[in-house]
């Protein structure tokens, strides 16, 4: 009787994880060099988030999205050209020293061996921890955006608050779909934009993002929608399911009725992947964030593992489409095959697209409050710890994540410390008194997402096929 295998090979030489920008364009270019390359993800189509459903997409979404959103299609375009494996609706769950994947798709687990990986998963919203985050009815910004791309659905009786560009993106994008924001809620501190002007000259290297972000916030004052600037102490309101917001602005209380609230605070690299597999990270005080130590190719501390896109350090979708080109040549080099386009040029467009980033980290680096909520706020959704239970675990003597982990589960339920990871090392951090890089993040154990009993029961090892 012949064995059954998996849907794809079961060995490659180079696996790619994550279908966004940077993995389709990893894909295309390392199948174009003729590496047996399988790019597994967990969507239904190619996209990732930033290009969700780019290919099936409608003419009416396509107009709100604007032509940034509808570029990736060329990226999928290509990677269905390529002789790229694409295994879609496959869910990593661990991967060993030596580069053996187990993933799950359609509820039996496989195997996949890799000469060399890279890691494209993106990046995840920052955590935005405030009273009545966890009420009906409150999402992420993206989370709204993801629902319009997805299916056509615009959230009406909204109110976005936080910072950063993604907030007035699809404030703008809810306004060209005729349903704008009740609201616009904007945390950015005071004197921020002068603390981001001695980064302007650079900046003007991407002029085209400024005149972009200049649009966004026309576009939805033209809609008239209200913007609150310099807000603070938010708090979601409603006995059950959320019924507004009340924040200060400008020194003045203020309440706004409305039936969802979306939060956004910018994002940061997704480092589960990263962190299960023992990359060297540091704390990057500019994006506030956690990042994989990388070279200029994104090959990690780690033999043969590379990491390309947001995954990376917060850059957008053009730069994580070079990045994904840059870390496939250098694989495919080490390979012994001849890269198709010259890695200093490559370097050079990732150089010029990165220009704005320092002056968009000054302007919308999270507000101090951000990251150190009240005592009575929860921090792990998962398991309902709130910020004064951590503190009292550090004052207890536990020094890090982990060992809060242990006092009190934070971390350890479905979202495996993605929304609470980095505040929960934050308020440690500050509790101590200590650098990020000393205080750490959580140690990340397989399985990387939850998995069920079956998928576990159907679990198929890789194996050759009789001849």
């Not at 099936?56 to 790229?84: E, F, H, I, N, P």
């Not at 580069?99 to 993106?122: C, E």
């Not at 840059?326 to 010259?342: F, V, W, Y």
């Amino acid at each position: 009787m012949t064995p059954k295998t998996n849907p794809g090979p079961h060995s490659c030489d180079l696996a790619i994880i994550g279908a966004g920008p940077a993995g389709m364009a990893a894909a295309a270019t390392a199948a174009q060099v003729g590496l047996k390359t399988v790019i597994l993800d967990e969507g239904d189509r190619p996209g990732g988030q930033i290009y969700r459903d780019v290919e099936q997409t409608t003419a009416q979404r396509k107009q709100v999205l604007g032509s940034d959103y509808t570029a990736g299609g060329a990226l999928a375009a290509a990677l269905r050209a390529s002789d790229a494996v694409y295994l879609p609706r496959s869910t990593v769950w661990n991967i060993s020293s030596k580069r053996l994947i187990d993933y799950s798709l359609d509820g039996t687990s496989f195997q996949l061996q890799a000469s060399a990986i890279i890691v494209a998963t993106g990046a995840v919203e920052r955590p935005f921890p405030i009273p009545g985050w966890t009420k009906p009815g409150v999402t992420t910004v993206g989370a709204l955006q993801i629902l319009f791309k997805s299916s056509g659905i615009v959230e009406e009786d909204a109110i976005l608050a936080g910072s950063g560009p993604l907030l007035w993106l699809v404030a703008s994008q809810m306004v060209a779909a005729g349903s704008p924001p009740v609201a616009v809620v904007e945390t950015t501190p005071p004197r921020r934009l002068q603390a981001a002007l001695p980064h302007i000259l650079g900046a003007l290297r991407g002029h085209h993002y400024l005149r972009k972000g200049l649009s966004l916030i026309r576009a939805v004052r033209r809609a008239k929608v209200p913007v609150f600037k310099d807000a603070t102490n938010l708090e979601v309101i409603g006995d059950q399911d959320a019924t507004g917001l009340q924040f200060i602005s400008k020194g003045q209380r203020r309440t706004v009725s409305a039936r969802h609230v979306a939060l956004h605070q910018g994002v940061v690299p997704n480092p589960q992947i990263t962190r299960l597999l023992g990359c060297d990270h540091y704390w990057d005080s500019k994006q506030h964030c956690f990042r994989p130590v990388t070279s200029a190719c994104g090959l990690t501390s780690v033999e043969h593992v590379y990491v390309a896109g947001d995954g990376a350090g917060i850059m957008g979708a053009i730069s994580a489409d070079l990045q994904g080109r840059l870390a496939a040549q250098d694989i495919a080099t080490s390979m012994g095959k001849s890269p198709p386009e010259r890695s200093d040029r490559l370097a050079a467009k990732l150089t010029k697209d990165a220009a704005i980033r320092p002056f968009l980290e000054a302007l919308y680096a999270p507000a101090p409050d951000v990251m150190s909520p009240a005592d009575a706020v929860t921090v792990c959704r998962c398991e309902d710890i709130t910020a004064g239970a951590i503190r009292d675990a550090v004052d207890l003597g536990a020094p890090g994540p982990n060992q809060v982990k242990s006092y009190l589960r934070s971390g350890m339920g479905p979202c495996q410390g993605r929304v609470c990871g980095l505040v929960v090392a934050t308020i440690i951090a500050q509790r101590r008194s200590v650098s990020m890089d000393e205080t750490g993040y959580f140690r990340i154990r397989p399985p990387l997402k939850p998995l069920t009993l079956q998928e576990l029961a159907r679990f198929q090892p890789t194996q050759e096929l009789d001849p």
